[in-house]
């Protein structure tokens, strides 16, 4: 998931104007069993490590419930 996603990044920065930001956008899933968490946990924790030292990007979480 985080390859395809760095390779289209890089395709956005390389035609952005230098004045722009790029917003990533994360489902954060709130299961309704705390089992589930183990499942869903870590994928906006390793967007946000691997986007933390890039220029102009922003990561934006959204609460997302899954049934």
């Keep these: 998931m985080i390859e395809p ?7 956005i920065e390389a035609v952005k104007k230098q004045n722009e930001i790029i917003t990533i956008v ?6 309704k069993r705390w089992w589930a ?7 906006a924790e390793t967007l ?3 986007l933390l030292n890039r220029d102009d990007v922003v990561i934006v979480e959204v609460p ?3 049934h």
């Design 5 to 11: 996603l760095l390779e289209y990044m890089e395709r």
């Design 26 to 31: 994360v489902p954060r899933f709130i299961p």
């Design 37 to 43: 968490n183990f499942l869903h946990m870590r994928t």
């Design 48 to 50: 946000r490590k691997v």
């Design 64 to 66: 997302y419930q899954v």
